[in-house]
């Protein structure tokens, strides 16, 4: 039975990480391929730290795995974040919305248009 | 083998579309596939160190870790000044 656990979760962490590179390799506009980074630094991860944790228990590679998986999730967020930023600037040398420029600003992903003097 | 080398190896092909896009795309597209090797490398060695039972080399996963991060924010800070 844990044997059957370790491997239902290699393989969701490896095919997340699989598919997530296909997603992206599909994408054209850099913005939305970066999305495609979230789910193997956060799934992939996870799933592949339960699988050692199953195998290995409370031993101290377990718990470096955890500090693997936590270490990708924060920094992927900084990361990916900063580097929208970057794309961001070397395109419009300012990176906050231009006046009358149709940006999403609501959950619903609404175009909303910035008025003069907002 | 065992299933941590056979995750390993399947796990090895995600980098032939990343290798594509950084051969094929621009500096954007580069700096993005690099983000995500740096992730898919990291998940590599964590299942390469159980693969061969070399308990140590989860040191190596987390100082990628760490230094792909650093990598990320010096480019892409490069990137904002430089690449206009």
Redesign the interface.
């Known amino acids: 039975m844990k044997?059957i656990a370790?491997?239902a979760f290699?393989?969701a962490?490896?095919l997340t990480?699989?598919l997530?590179?296909?997603g992206?390799?599909r994408m054209r506009d850099?913005y939305q391929?970066?999305h495609?980074?979230s789910p193997?630094?956060s799934l992939?991860?996870i799933c592949?730290?339960v699988a050692?944790f199953l195998?290995?228990g409370m031993?101290?590679?377990s718990f470096?795995?955890v500090?693997?998986t936590l270490?990708?999730i924060a920094?992927?967020t900084?990361?990916?974040h900063?580097?929208a930023?970057?794309?961001r600037?070397?395109e419009v040398?300012d990176w906050s919305p231009k006046k009358g420029e149709e940006v999403p600003l609501k959950a619903s992903d609404e175009l909303v248009r910035q008025e003069p003097g907002s | 083998m065992n299933i941590w080398e056979l995750a390993a190896q399947v796990m090895i092909f995600a980098l032939v579309p990343l290798t594509w896009m950084a051969i094929r795309g621009d500096a954007r597209h580069r700096l993005v596939a690099f983000f995500m090797a740096g992730v898919v490398i990291t998940l590599l060695m964590m299942l390469l160190t159980m693969a061969f039972n070399r308990i140590p080399m989860m040191d190596l996963a987390i100082a990628l870790a760490l230094m792909s991060f650093g990598g990320g924010i010096v480019f892409a800070r490069f990137f904002a000044r430089h690449l206009r």
């Open positions: 044997t370790i491997e290699l393989a962490g490896v990480a699989l997530s590179v296909l992206m390799a850099p391929q970066m495609y980074i193997p630094a992939s991860a592949i730290t050692i195998q290995q031993k101290p590679e470096k795995a500090l693997i270490l990708l920094m992927n900084i990361v990916t900063e580097a930023r970057g794309f600037i070397a040398e």
